[in-house]
C-alpha cells in the first residue's frame, strides 16, 4: 500500500464521522434530478393482491395511474426544495380525493416535507430519518413516493438504533439502476429499487420490496422518447398552448371550481367551462398551494381531480372541461319528498282560491251595504213628513 493510500484509509473514519455518517466513495456526490417548474410524469402503479401494503383490496391486485407533477419551489428548514403534487387519475380502486405533496430537496436530493390530503383535510405524514437520509413512511394504498439522491455508494448510520439506509447505483443493460436499502434491527428489510435513462429527470421504472418480496411496482408511461405519440395521448398538449404560460396563484383553503375558474381566467384572457354532462361536478380543492405557476399546470390539476378521464378542449373562447365526474352527486329529490311538495302545492291551491272568495264576496257585501244605506238616506220617506197642504187635510 503506498502512502497516499494509507493517508485515505486512516481519514475514511474521520469523513464518515464528519459528514454525519454520509461517505461518498469513488468520489461521485450526490445527484439530485434537474426539474423544472411544470415537469410532469404519468405513472402506472400496481400492488398485487398479497402486498401487504393494501390489505384492503380483498384478494385482488390493485392498478392505478398517477401523474407526478412539479408545481413549484419552497423553503423547508431552510432548505430550497421542489414541490412535486402526486394526483392519482380515478379509477375503480383509486381514491379520488387523496393528493400527496412532497418536498424534495434540491441539492441533495433527500424528502424534506410530506402533506397529504384526503377526505376534506390536509395534513403532514411522517418520514423515516436516519441520520441525514429520510423517505416517506409508506402507509397503505399510497403512489411511489421514494426520491433519494441518484449518485452513489452512500451509507447513512443511526447513532441510536443501528439502523443503516445504503445507496448503490450500476449499471444493467445500458441503463442506471438505482437501489436505496433500509435494514432496522427487528424489522423488516427494506429495498427501493429505480431505473434511470441518463439524462433523464424522472425513472422509468420503480419497484418496492420487503424482504425481498415485490409489494409496489411503477412505470412510466410517458418517457420522452416517446415521439410517435398521437396528439390526444400527448401529456404536455396543455403547454403548447403559448396563452396557458400566464402566471396564476391558486392558494388557500376549500377553494371552488368556480373560483379557480376565474384565477385561470384572470391570468390568460380565456373562458374556463364545463362540458353540459359535468354541470353537477363541483370538486372542492381542501388545500390549494400553487403560488405563481403557470395556468396550465393548475389546469392539469384540475383535470384529474374528481374525474374520469378528464380532459381539456380547445373552444372557440378558451377551454372546456370533460371527462365523467366521479364525485358523489348532489342530493336529490327522493319520491317522499316531491310527494310532500306535490301535496302541499294541491292542498295549498284551493285554499288559496277559497280565501280569496270569501275575501272578494265579503267586501262585495260591505260595498253593498254602504250602497243601500246611501239610497234609503236619498229617499223621501227617510226625511219625514213635510208641511200640511193649505185647504185640506193632512195626506196620510
Known amino acids: 500500500m503506498n502512502r497516499q493510500a494509507f493517508l485515505l484509509f486512516l481519514a475514511t473514519p474521520l469523513l464518515t464521522l464528519a459528514t454525519g455518517g454520509r461517505f461518498c466513495h469513488g468520489g461521485s456526490p450526490p445527484a439530485a434530478a434537474k426539474w423544472e417548474q411544470g415537469d410532469l410524469w404519468k405513472i402506472a402503479v400496481r400492488v398485487p393482491a398479497e402486498s401487504t401494503l393494501a390489505p384492503q383490496q380483498g384478494g385482488k391486485p390493485k392498478a392505478e395511474i398517477w401523474r407526478a407533477l412539479v408545481i413549484g419551489a ?30 424534495v430537496d434540491k441539492q441533495t436530493g433527500w424528502p424534506r416535507k410530506l402533506l397529504r390530503e384526503a377526505g376534506g383535510s390536509a395534513g403532514p405524514m411522517p418520514l423515516l430519518s436516519v441520520q441525514g437520509a429520510s423517505l416517506p413512511a409508506l402507509v397503505t394504498g399510497v403512489p411511489p413516493l421514494a426520491q433519494f439522491p441518484l449518485g452513489g455508494p452512500l451509507n447513512f448510520r443511526s447513532e441510536t438504533d443501528a439502523s443503516v439506509v445504503a445507496v448503490e447505483t450500476r449499471e444493467r443493460g445500458g441503463k442506471v439502476v438505482v437501489e436505496l436499502s433500509l435494514k432496522r434491527p427487528g424489522l423488516h428489510d ?117 374525474l374520469k378521464a378528464g380532459k381539456w378542449e380547445k373552444v372557440e373562447d378558451g377551454y ?29 291551491v284551493p285554499v288559496v282560491l277559497l280565501l280569496a272568495t270569501w275575501g272578494w264576496r265579503r267586501h262585495r257585501g260591505k260595498d ?8 234609503l238616506a236619498r229617499s223621501p220617506a227617510s226625511r219625514g213628513p213635510g208641511p200640511p197642504a193649505r185647504g185640506g187635510a193632512r195626506e196620510c
Open 74 to 103: 419552497e423553503q423547508v428548514q431552510g432548505a430550497d426544495c421542489w414541490r412535486v403534487a402526486f394526483v392519482p387519475e380515478v379509477g375503480p380502486t383509486t381514491q379520488p380525493h387523496s393528493i400527496w405533496y412532497l418536498s
Open 190 to 306: 427494506l429495498l427501493i429499487r429505480q431505473t434511470w435513462v441518463r439524462g433523464e429527470k424522472w425513472w422509468r421504472s420503480y419497484e418496492h420490496l420487503v424482504n425481498g418480496k415485490t409489494e409496489l411496482s411503477a412505470t412510466l408511461l410517458n418517457p420522452p422518447q416517446r415521439s410517435t405519440a398521437e396528439p390526444a395521448d400527448d401529456p404536455f398538449y396543455l403547454r403548447r398552448d403559448l396563452q396557458l404560460h400566464g402566471m396564476v396563484s391558486v392558494v388557500g383553503k376549500d377553494i371552488s371550481l368556480t373560483a379557480v375558474f376565474e384565477k385561470l381566467h384572470q391570468a390568460t384572457g380565456l373562458a374556463f367551462t364545463v362540458a353540459p354532462g359535468l354541470g353537477d361536478h363541483q370538486p372542492v380543492f381542501v388545500d390549494m398551494q400553487m403560488p405563481k405557476v403557470p395556468a396550465w399546470s393548475v389546469m392539469d390539476v384540475v383535470a384529474v381531480r374528481g
Open 320 to 348: 372546456c372541461l370533460t371527462g365523467t365526474s366521479a364525485l358523489p352527486p348532489p342530493p336529490a329529490i327522493t319520491a317522499i319528498t316531491a310527494w310532500l311538495v306535490w301535496s302541499m302545492v294541491a292542498l295549498g
Open 368 to 375: 253593498r251595504q254602504v250602497r243601500d244605506e246611501g239610497s
